[in-house]
């Protein structure tokens, strides 16, 4: 390996930003990075953390960033007046945007899984990582503010899932051309027939490439029939063609339920046994900031929810 090569994360810190480094770090790369929250000496630990784990830390004044072996990454801000743009501009270095970046480790892996739609996107990747972490598959995963770029950088997923779509950031026929593309390049697309543009999805592709998924809906290859409200989340009856599950969840309401079946079209597409995949469901333990119960005091329950 070129001892001069590393990558430097502009911003390493950020919860987009930090799990990128280390998928990176983890291929064998030297990660270095700079952070104003560090300059600012706010979360030291998390700092401290990095630099344990071999991450180099920089002042974020450009410092950092000094040969042209280096690939500066940026949240989006490519410009010359942030200063570890403007001196990777001087040395010659390469500049990615974190969106480039992911993506490009996405296209690379001999399997990917695509999550994308208007809600419930972390949900069903949490979802889907817990399954395969659960069954040996070693998943690595990259969750939240990933999803939003989706429609826009270029995303060759193995597994393209699309919970919903409706008018959000773009007009209608904008969104069609995205979410189009973005199951076409797929080799499964997994949707949603409970959303009238996710089912209008499935008659653009050749027969066999969809797998669909719906509460109540016979036509759909994962339907969820019978949803009981418990005290911790939901029970629910999977029908797959004549197969039957008993499903539990613990997580709340029939949204979570539509998300679950996503997921599980997701790893059934990945040759996951569907029983198995149910067996996963039953622990995992949701989102962070999704209808969290954060603690009871003098019988009131908060519940912390995005």
Not at 3 to 28: E, H, R, T, W
Not at 99 to 117: D, R
Not at 154 to 161: E, L, N, Q
């Amino acid at each position: 390996m070129n001892q001069d090569a590393s990558y430097f994360f502009c911003g390493i810190g950020g919860s987009g930003m930090l799990p990128l480094a280390l998928i990176v770090q983890a291929q064998g790369h030297a990660i270095e990075g700079s952070d104003r929250a560090l300059d600012q000496g706010r979360t030291p630990e998390k700092f401290d953390w990095l630099r344990a784990h071999g991450v180099t830390l920089h002042p974020q004044d450009g410092s950092g960033v000094t040969r042209s072996a280096q690939t500066v990454v940026a949240t989006g801000a490519i410009e010359d007046t942030v200063p570890d743009i403007g001196a990777a501009r001087r040395v010659g270095a390469v500049i990615k945007t974190r969106p480039q970046l992911l993506s490009q480790l996405f296209n690379a892996a001999p399997t990917s899984v695509g999550v994308a739609g208007t809600s419930g996107k972390s949900t069903i990747t949490g979802m889907i990582a817990w399954i395969l972490s659960q069954t040996d598959r070693n998943p690595t995963v990259v969750n939240g503010a990933v999803m939003k770029n989706f429609a826009d950088a270029g995303y060759d997923p193995t597994v393209a899932v699309v919970s919903n779509i409706s008018l959000d950031h773009k007009s209608m026929e904008e969104l069609r051309d995205l979410f189009g593309g973005f199951t076409a390049r797929a080799t499964t697309a997994v949707l949603n027939l409970d959303n009238p543009e996710t089912a209008a999805l499935v008659q653009t592709l050749p027969a066999g490439k969809a797998i669909t998924f719906a509460l109540g809906e016979e036509k759909a290859d994962l339907s969820a029939y019978d949803l009981q409200p418990t005290p911790t989340g939901m029970k629910f009856r999977l029908m797959e063609g004549w197969s039957e599950y008993d499903v539990v969840l613990n997580v709340p309401g029939a949204h979570n339920v539509a998300n679950a079946l996503a997921a599980l079209g997701a790893v059934k597409a990945l040759d996951v046994p569907t029983g198995q995949a149910v067996k996963a469901l039953e622990t995992f333990a949701g989102i962070r900031r999704r209808m969290e119960v954060v603690g009871t005091v003098n019988d009131i329950t908060v519940i912390d929810d995005f």
